[in-house]
């Protein structure tokens, strides 16, 4: 089976975010750049079923600027067999990437699509369903575990309060959640070898997608800052600052 994976190029989680002075967006100028956190989740998922037999290739497919070309190497770093950058300098909304993603899987016919359960940046959480819908599969959002039997998949989902588990059919779509596995670092050696991998360079017109946009962005701004906290000398004084200043009590 041929699983595709999406990973997206999104602001190190490391990096103080700097709002512009606009207030049109985030600053990105000299910003460390690093793969959206739950897709490395998603690339170890699909590398750790390569390696117990349930997949037979693994393909990244990242969507946006030539850059992305280097989120696509570190998948391929870690062991991804090969990758396909769709290159444009659209603004991306969820919509868009699902409509991507699905004109890959029907060029591809992979058996399984791995993508994170959001991406860090616009934290929307939409685009693993909107492939769903698109493509008419099952799928099992925030997963924590994925077990292959007889053809179908066990996935346990973090849902409030407790897990689920849903039986899904082949082919389907994944998104991963933190605690489904650790994801591994590329050694040198296979980031060598990386370099050597192909990369296949499409665009969303040659897929035949519309990227008009849907939604325009009014404002960014920066939360309020946090007041200074205040250390009490005891506990009357806390319980007189709660009920007479903060009014809680
Ligand atoms: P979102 O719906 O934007 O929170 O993104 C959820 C997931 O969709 C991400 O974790 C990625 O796996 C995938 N995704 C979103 N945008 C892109 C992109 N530009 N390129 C590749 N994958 C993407």
Same mark, same amino acid.
């Given at each position: 089976?041929? $699983?595709?994976?999406?990973?997206?190029?999104?602001?190190?989680?490391?990096?103080?975010? @700097?709002?512009?002075?606009?207030?049109?967006?985030?600053?990105?100028?000299?910003?460390?750049?690093?793969?959206?956190?739950?897709?490395?989740?998603?690339?170890?998922?699909?590398? @750790?079923?390569?390696?117990?037999?349930?997949?037979?290739?693994?393909?990244?497919?990242?969507?946006?600027?030539?850059?992305?070309?280097?989120?696509? @190497?570190?998948?391929?770093?870690?062991?991804?067999? @090969?990758?396909?950058?769709?290159?444009?300098?659209?603004?991306?909304?969820?919509?868009? $990437?699902?409509?991507?993603?699905?004109?890959?899987?029907?060029?591809?016919?992979?058996?399984? $699509?791995?993508?994170?359960?959001?991406?860090?940046?616009?934290?929307?959480?939409?685009?693993?369903?909107?492939?769903?819908?698109?493509?008419?599969?099952?799928?099992?959002?925030?997963?924590?575990?994925?077990?292959?039997?007889?053809?179908?998949?066990?996935?346990? !989902?973090?849902?409030?309060?407790?897990?689920?588990?849903?039986?899904?059919?082949?082919?389907?779509?994944?998104?991963?959640?933190?605690?489904?596995?650790?994801? !591994?670092?590329?050694?040198?050696?296979?980031?060598?070898?990386?370099?050597?991998?192909?990369?296949?360079?499409?665009?969303?017109?040659?897929?035949?997608?519309?990227?008009?946009?849907?939604?325009?962005?009014?404002? $960014?701004?920066?939360?309020?800052?946090?007041?200074?906290?205040?250390?009490?000398?005891?506990?009357?004084?806390?319980?007189?600052?709660?009920?007479?200043?903060?009014?809680?009590?």
């Amino acid at each position: 089976m041929k $699983v595709l994976v999406a990973v997206k190029r999104v602001v190190d989680y490391n990096v103080k975010i @700097r709002v512009k002075a606009d207030q049109t967006g985030v600053d990105l100028s000299n910003v460390k750049m690093s793969m959206n956190p739950f897709d490395e989740i998603a690339v170890e998922e699909a590398l @750790r079923m390569k390696e117990a037999g349930t997949a037979d290739e693994v393909i990244a497919v990242s969507i946006g600027v030539q850059q992305c070309q280097e989120t696509i @190497r570190t998948a391929l770093a870690m062991g991804a067999d @090969r990758g396909i950058l769709v290159k444009t300098d659209a603004v991306l909304e969820p919509l868009h $990437v699902a409509k991507i993603l699905k004109a890959v899987v029907d060029e591809e016919q992979p058996g399984l $699509v791995i993508l994170g359960k959001q991406a860090i940046d616009d934290d929307c959480n939409q685009t693993g369903q909107m492939l769903a819908a698109l493509l008419g599969w099952p799928q099992g959002t925030f997963a924590s575990e994925i077990e292959f039997a007889d053809g179908k998949a066990n996935v346990t !989902r973090e849902v409030d309060g407790g897990l689920q588990t849903l039986k899904l059919n082949l082919p389907m779509i994944v998104t991963t959640d933190l605690r489904l596995n650790e994801p !591994r670092y590329a050694s040198l050696p296979n980031i060598m070898k990386a370099k050597k991998k192909p990369i296949d360079e499409k665009t969303p017109e040659a897929l035949g997608v519309d990227m008009a946009p849907h939604l325009t962005t009014l404002n $960014v701004a920066e939360p309020p800052k946090r007041q200074a906290g205040v250390i009490v000398e005891n506990v009357a004084e806390l319980v007189h600052k709660l009920r007479n200043e903060a009014g809680v009590i």
